[in-house]
């Protein structure tokens, strides 16, 4: 994503809930300076909705604005357009969106040039792995490798070493996922009621609204 960041065209980055949107969008905002906004608060949205124009002018003091959960607002697609046609030169949009969010054809036919689309995915096991037991990352790495030469050229796999705790954390990988909120907690009840969490918000907050 860092090669975009310098060009003009507006990052549309769509993930699940939980899966870092709103954590990468803060990295940024501290690393590029810019300013953030969330159109989960209804005030902004009805603002945006209501006059992008007038909106948009309380952030142009910064060169970046990044827009999280842009999937609640009516006629996102149409307003980012409108923005990056009268600010673009001056004003790098940065935007997400979760749930049904479809940034491709109902966002993005609006956006034909202007956007360029990434998704974001919970932790892979690799990066899990790196997380939450960096030693044993390196170690998988190597035996990654090795699998990749066996296959190419039938060379010798050494046996795995730390077996017993590879197949620990790929047990709490697969029962639990990769959301890092559910990932960096310790306590197994405690991520069940994460996970519990975030189905509910996900059938209460996109479910229902995508289905009015």
């Known amino acids: 994503m860092d090669k975009w ?29 810019g300013n ?75 956006l034909v040039g202007r956007a360029i689309y990434f998704e974001l995915f919970p932790l892979s096991f690799e990066e899990f792995l790196l997380w939450k037991a960096k030693d044993l990352h390196k170690i998988f790495t190597d035996y990654k490798s090795q699998l990749m030469d066996f296959v190419h050229s039938g060379e010798k796999i050494n046996e795995p070493v730390f077996e017993k705790e590879f197949y620990s954390l790929l047990e709490k990988y697969i ?3 990769g959301f890092p909120a559910v990932v960096k907690e310790d306590d197994d009840e405690l991520k069940k009621e994460l996970l519990k969490n975030l189905v509910r918000t996900y059938v209460e907050k996109d479910v229902f609204f995508f289905l009015g």
């Not at 999937?71 to 979760?98: A, N, R």
């Open 5 to 33: 960041l310098e060009r003009k065209e507006i990052l549309l980055i769509k993930g699940a809930r939980q899966s870092g949107k709103t954590t990468l969008l803060l990295h940024l905002k501290e690393k590029l300076d």
């Open 36 to 110: 953030y906004i969330t159109l989960e608060d209804e005030e902004l949205k009805k603002s945006l909705e209501s006059n992008p124009k007038q909106f948009v002018k309380r952030y142009l003091d910064k060169k970046v604005l990044l827009v999280d959960e842009a999937q609640y607002t009516k006629d996102i697609g149409k307003i980012l357009k409108l923005l990056y046609d009268l600010h673009g030169e001056k004003l790098k949009l940065i935007v997400t969106g979760s749930g049904s969010f479809d940034i491709k054809v109902e966002v993005g036919k609006y």
């Open 175 to 177: 029962v639990f996922g």
